[in-house]
């Protein structure tokens, strides 16, 4: 607990679980005041009931898909009229469909993670900044992948590497576009983080944990603390010289 982000509104997409939750729970434990949102409605209202338990100032709106532009909308409406502003967005909410390219549907795996990958985060970001522009604030924190730079072998992930990379050269363009409103952009590429859409994966898929920690220097997975300390930094006044940049919190998996 701290009051780094005293004073704070942060809008926080995916709080269900994974790095979305740690970065909401984590940004209301230092003081700011966060609106979550997540389309699984039990997991938000679980992670609601957490922030709850902790006496901490949080709110979510549930179900809510990122993918149209209405419910983004009305989000974002609702955060700033509970709240006043929107000092930080962070756009942790994805969804992405494993296949390799031979069994890769056109609309069921590749349309689908590009939706759930980019839309998402340019929907959230368009309804945010008509407000950031007029408080001529904000933070906006995106999330793109140890699989913006390297392939992950032994997985068909061609449409998240795309996603990813996708999100990593929007984050660059969105911090020339609002430097002269004073609005920063900055991006996390995470290496594999344990969250419940890649447990299934790491304790069903023999031998592909092993692989990942053969190229981690630091001999262990990634929990979503990890990330969302980073993002905590970037949310604060701490990083307030910093944009355009990506910050690889991988166990140093990509400079190996």
Request: charged share 20%.
């Amino acid at each position: 607990m701290s009051n780094r982000l005293e004073g704070k509104v942060a809008l926080v997409t995916g709080t269900g679980s994974g790095i979305g939750q740690g970065c909401a729970l984590m940004f209301a434990r230092h003081g700011a005041q966060v609106m979550g949102c997540d389309i699984n409605a039990e997991a938000a209202e679980e992670t609601l009931a957490t922030a709850k338990k902790e006496n901490l100032t949080y709110h979510s709106i549930q179900p809510c898909d990122l993918t149209k532009p209405e419910a983004v909308n009305a989000l974002v409406d609702a955060t700033i009229e509970r709240y006043g502003k929107i000092d930080i967005l962070v756009n942790a909410a994805a969804f992405a469909a494993f296949e390799f390219i031979e069994d890769m549907d056109f609309e069921q795996h590749w349309k689908t993670t590009l939706s759930g990958e980019l839309d998402v985060v340019f929907l959230a970001c368009k309804a945010a900044w008509k407000q950031m522009v007029k408080q001529n604030s904000g933070s906006i924190i995106n999330f793109a992948s140890a699989n913006a730079y390297e392939a992950l072998k032994g997985s068909g992930a061609l449409a998240h590497c795309a996603g990813k990379g996708g999100v990593l050269a929007m984050t660059r363009q969105l911090a020339m576009e609002g430097a002269p409103h004073n609005i920063r952009a900055n991006s996390i590429s995470p290496g594999m983080i344990v969250t419940g859409a890649t447990k299934p994966v790491l304790d069903n898929t023999p031998g592909f944990e092993e692989h990942v920690l053969e190229k981690t220097m630091l001999n262990r997975l990634g929990q979503p603390e990890d990330v969302a300390w980073c993002a905590l930094f970037l949310a604060s006044d701490e990083s307030s010289w910093i944009t355009a940049s990506d910050f690889a919190v991988d166990g140093g998996v990509t400079k190996w």
